[in-house]
């Protein structure tokens, strides 16, 4: 219930279902369905269901994955498909409510209703044709439609010469036993994850922190005598008075490392918020974390973890993950120094395209179709964006390996282990 209360109090106790959804009466939710959760508390929050058993129910809000008991859930209601919810949240909305469309038109995109959000895109242009937001979220979604659009034809293709695949793009006449999922993934703790976005924090566009007075005095004494530092006791109450943005940068100055842990970062450095959102989000999951790739034990020794993925846990996780590692020729998978020559990177591109192909494996396919692709640009992005020089995070982390992970076939209940 300690995670139901923080999650409340993030997104709010919903009294209605939010945006004007109408739950479905009477029709029971299936796996991957947006829900209504509603506790016996009272409480109601909106979610997409992942998993049931017969002692619990698991679901995700806003990317964090939580498992709740049976016995504190009233009931799980499942909502209209996502077209129809699209409708009742325009229906809400005025034709000249400029911000709230474009809203709108976001929580389309993230929910794969391409041609709405591009309708409600260009009716915002015509309003304000220098718009820029508008004009941002219509090249995305013009790059979405242009992949969705060239994955359709390979699917087309390889029908119509007679490759039947399943669903992971594996052929039948290939298939293989049913995938596993790893079981008790490490994942970084809340501690750790604060301590990497320390780390990661460039003061010239800061998230909010807090450092506590305890703190600062330590820092007083601890370091006393360092120029940086006041000597006199008037200094002294004056530099407990400063914000603790102006704290942490004599922090940073004086590298005091023993107390970055004290910091406190409420939110992400725009650096891990862009990989969170546009790439473990974006395609890092989807894309390479599926249980017959790195989301398993089938891919070797870069293991990635595949639920949750807007989840910071997921997030920070992941990117410790492919920060550390290297293949067997000591190459690092994140170039700092040439972005767009990320192995990470180029073993996403179509082979004849990357200078360094994917190995050929039985379903792998391409995740750029080209340089030019919108998340190719964005990881670049994301890459050249990361603080310099890059930190060694004081954090042990053991990796998950294929020896030293617990695996289950994909689809069973653990209520059955």
């Known amino acids: 219930m300690l995670v139901l209360a923080l999650v409340v109090g993030l997104l709010g106790t919903v009294g209605t279902v939010p945006g004007g959804d109408q739950p479905e009466a009477g029709t029971p939710p299936s796996l991957g369905d947006d829900v209504i959760l509603v506790y016996r508390g ?89 718009n820029s937001r508008a004009q941002r979220m219509f ?25 039947d695949e399943t669903e992971d793009g594996e052929r039948r006449s290939e298939r ?32 909010r922190v807090r450092i506590d007075r305890e703190t600062v005095q330590e820092l007083l004494n601890r370091y006393a005598g360092h120029p940086l530092l006041p000597t006199t006791a008037q200094g002294k109450r004056a530099f407990l008075a400063k ?49 017959r790739c790195h989301g398993g034990v089938e891919a070797g020794r870069l293991i990635l973890y595949n639920r949750a993925r807007g989840s910071e846990q997921a997030a920070y996780t992941n990117f410790l993950i492919l920060d550390r590692y290297r293949t067997e020729t000591g190459q690092p998978l994140l170039d700092y120094q040439e972005p767009a020559r990320s192995l990470v990177l180029e073993m996403g591109l179509q082979r004849e395209e990357a200078i360094v192909p994917h190995p050929d ?46 695996t289950e076939p994909v689809g069973q209940s653990r209520s059955n282990q």
């Open 42 to 130: 009272g409480a109601r929050i909106e979610a997409m269901l992942i998993e049931t058993t017969e002692t619990e129910i698991v679901v995700d809000v806003a990317g964090l994955e939580i498992r709740v008991r049976r016995s504190d859930v009233q009931e799980l209601i499942r909502l209209p498909p996502v077209e129809e919810r699209f409708r009742q949240r325009r229906a809400l909305l005025a034709d000249d409510a400029v911000d709230a469309r474009l809203d709108l038109a976001q929580w389309a995109i993230d929910r794969g209703l391409y041609a709405e959000a591009v309708r409600e895109v260009e009716a915002v242009t015509q309003r304000e044709p220098r």
């Open 139 to 163: 090249a995305t979604v013009r790059e979405l439609i242009k992949l969705r659009a060239e994955e359709a034809k390979r699917r087309a293709e390889r029908a119509e010469a007679g490759e």
């Open 176 to 207: 293989r036993p049913p995938p596993e999922r790893i079981v008790d993934f490490p994942l970084l703790t809340r501690e750790q994850i604060n301590l990497m976005k320390v780390y990661e924090i460039d003061l010239r566009d800061p998230p």
């Open 361 to 406: 494996v039985p379903g792998w396919r391409p995740i750029f179709p080209s340089r030019r692709s919108l998340n190719f640009q964005r990881s670049v992005e994301w890459i050249s964006g990361m603080y310099e020089p890059r930190p060694d995070y004081p954090i042990e982390y053991e990796p998950p390996t294929p020896e030293t992970v617990r």
């Open 243 to 291: 914000d603790s943005l102006e704290i942490l940068d004599v922090m940073f100055r004086i590298r005091a490392r023993d107390l970055y842990p004290e910091v406190r970062v409420l939110g992400n450095p725009r650096s891990m918020e862009r990989f969170r959102t546009w790439v473990n989000s974006g395609w890092l999951v989807n894309a390479c974390a599926t249980p």
